[in-house]
């Protein structure tokens, strides 16, 4: 599964949508949802004549939450993974909650006086660039005449930009923002703070589909293992103990990978177990290097890739230290010397 199929799969739980909800959505939305009746929309609830276009849209999720009064709510998450900012975002988020409504209607999937379910339209972005478009419909019309008005639709949607959420998150008490600061930041030392506080929010949840969710986002991201290996750095049942946090397996992982590369090299020579030590550690480090660049300045080119890969452990230690300190990838890999 590639990073938008396991990013996808963590908003597939309920606990992480109510953490997301709670944490940067209207609180008056906490105040009357019901979240135990929280509930994945699939394709097949909407019927045989779902729209095309709809069922094409494989990063957005649809969950459907009971309020108070008993009416329905329609969560529409849409996941925008790409650097590049759609500026006729709102268009896409009106057309798409048309078909929906479509949907909705000629199934018959109404209230209970017959009316149409609302929709919240959510679009969740962790692009490098700050977001520029629209969020409302009327920032891309001229200004309008009030008997105008009154026949044109009003639309918006709400914006979580994860980069600019994350350095005023709650990250040791919510999960979601855990997880967007995760993603923003790129020293080693925030990073080791922040698994151990997102170790403690998961052990707490106590949902093991979220938990399964983490350790597979996890192994594929954050805690990338040498090339020379291929077990998982943690397991499903990692959660179940008490005595380590995500923190400390991943340092233990980084020392198991180079005390291994040692052993292997015992029984060759003490050079070559050396130099097999070093260069795993070395790999270990190109992964860490890719993982904080990535965050930083999103896709790498295969040139940019070619040099990481190439890269002595000193280097690439200089470039994760100064990743902040630079605007493009280019510059950063120009600067540092040996």
């Not at 979580?160 to 959420?165: A, G, I, S, T």
């Not at 993603?183 to 703070?193: C, K, L």
């Not at 660049?293 to 040099?307: M, Y």
Request: with cysteine.
């Amino acid at each position: 599964m590639d990073y938008d199929g396991h990013y996808k799969d963590l908003f597939s739980n309920p606990a992480l949508i109510q953490a997301l909800a709670e944490a940067y959505l209207d609180p008056g939305l906490s105040a009357l949802a019901n979240w135990e009746s929280l509930s994945l929309v699939k394709d097949t609830h909407l019927g045989n004549k779902t729209p095309y276009r709809l069922k094409q849209r494989a990063n957005d999720l649809i969950w459907s939450v009971k309020l108070q009064d008993e009416r329905s709510l329609y969560l529409y998450l849409m996941l925008e993974f790409q650097s590049s900012i759609d500026p006729a975002m709102v268009l896409r988020i009106g057309e798409y909650m048309f078909m929906l409504w479509r949907a909705l209607f000629e199934q018959k999937q109404l209230d209970q006086d017959g009316k149409l379910p609302m929709i919240y339209p959510i679009v969740l972005y962790n692009g490098e660039p700050p977001w520029s478009a629209a969020v409302s419909l009327s920032e891309l019309l001229p200004p309008v005449p009030a008997g105008i008005s009154l026949v044109l639709p009003s639309l918006q949607y709400t914006l979580l930009d994860e980069r600019r959420l994350a350095s005023d998150s709650d990250a040791e008490n919510n999960i979601a923002a855990a997880l967007f600061a995760l993603e923003a930041i790129s020293t080693r030392e925030q990073q080791m703070e922040l698994l151990d506080s997102l170790t403690h929010l998961l052990r707490e949840q106590r949902s093991k589909p979220l938990q399964n969710a983490f350790t597979r986002w996890l192994n594929a991201q954050f805690l990338q293992q040498s090339p020379t290996q291929r077990s998982m750095v943690i397991s499903e049942s990692f959660w179940e103990s008490n005595t380590m946090t995500l923190a400390e397996k991943f340092t233990q992982f980084y020392d198991d990978a180079v005390a291994e590369g040692e052993a292997r090299g015992e029984a060759k020579g003490e050079a070559k177990g050396q130099a097999l030590a070093l260069e795993q550690a070395r790999m270990t480090q190109v992964q860490v290097c890719r993982t904080s660049l990535e965050r930083r300045f999103g896709t790498l080119d295969p040139f940019s890739l070619q040099r990481i890969e190439q890269a002595s452990f000193m280097r690439l230690a200089q470039w994760c230290l100064q990743v902040e300190d630079f605007e493009s990838v280019a510059a950063l890999l120009d600067s540092s010397s040996e």
